[in-house]
T-cell receptor
Framework: ELKVEQNPLFLSMQEEKNYTIYCNYSTTSDRLYWYRQDPGKSLESLFVLLSNGAVKQEGRLMASLDTKARLSTLHITAAVHDLSATYFCAVDDRDTGNQFYFGTGTSLTVIP | KAGVTQTPRYLIKTRGQQVTLSCSPISGHRSVSWYQQTPGQGLQFLFEYFSETQRNKGNFPGRFSGRQFSNSRSEMNVSTLELGDSALYLC????????????FGPGTRLTVL
């Protein structure tokens, strides 16, 4: 069964600090997606990574993909309170008709 | 471009009843997926429809069913509701091809009493 693991599950960080969220997956998929979810809200698409070595940046967030290691990272630079949310990674598996598999989520709290 | 819409947004039912949730995808999107989200189990895949056909199904009992119409709108039905069915039900749409980014609706919060 395809597995998607994120760590850490919970992350409390101070403003202006840097940190990285890791996403490991067990399939050979070369496509990975990052989403953000605010409490009580739906999921918002952040990044779509479509090939090995892909890197995308938006503001203080940068996502990368290493398909050989089956690893994606979401790097947070100089965190601010507005980044507090739960972050999910997901892969889709062509062997199962592009079904999405989500990670467990990382709950990020940025402390002033 | 309008986003994914789901109705109703909130629903309260009692055990044993059944419920139907509706999802309207982004215009042009042919794939609709449904997820159940609970604090304990996280995001769990229910099923995916593409061009009116169920393409994938998650590990849920037969009480959970769905369908998709020719205009890509989708419904999911849960029969004989149980307390454990209380969850946020999310619908997502995508083009369904290689570029498979999923866009999520606001969700339906179902409470079973």
């Amino acid at each position: 069964e395809l597995k998607v693991e994120q760590n850490p599950l919970f992350l409390s960080m101070q403003e202006e600090k840097n940190y990285t969220i890791y996403c490991n997956y067990s399939t050979t998929s070369d496509r990975l997606y990052w989403y953000r979810q605010d409490p009580g809200k739906s999921l918002e698409s952040l990044f779509v990574l479509l090939s090995n070595g892909a890197v995308k940046q938006e503001g203080r967030l940068m996502a990368s993909l290493d398909t050989k290691a089956r690893l994606s990272t979401l790097h947070i630079t100089a965190a601010v309170h507005d980044l507090s949310a739960t972050y999910f990674c997901a892969v889709d598996d062509r062997d199962t008709g592009n079904q999405f598999y989500f990670g467990t989520g990382t709950s990020l709290t940025v402390i002033p | 471009k309008a986003g994914v819409t789901q109705t109703p947004r909130y629903l309260i039912k009692t055990r044993g009843q059944q419920v139907t949730l509706s999802c309207s995808p982004i215009s042009g999107h042919r794939s609709v997926s449904w997820y159940q989200q609970t604090p304990g189990q996280g995001l769990q895949f229910l099923f995916e429809y593409f061009s009116e056909t169920q393409r994938n199904k998650g590990n849920f009992p037969g009480r959970f069913s769905g369908r998709q119409f020719s205009n890509s709108r989708s419904e999911m039905n849960v029969s004989t509701l149980e307390l454990g069915d209380s969850a946020l039900y999310l619908c997502a749409s995508s083009l369904g091809g290689y570029y498979n980014e999923q866009f999520f609706g606001p969700g339906t919060r179902l409470t079973v009493l």
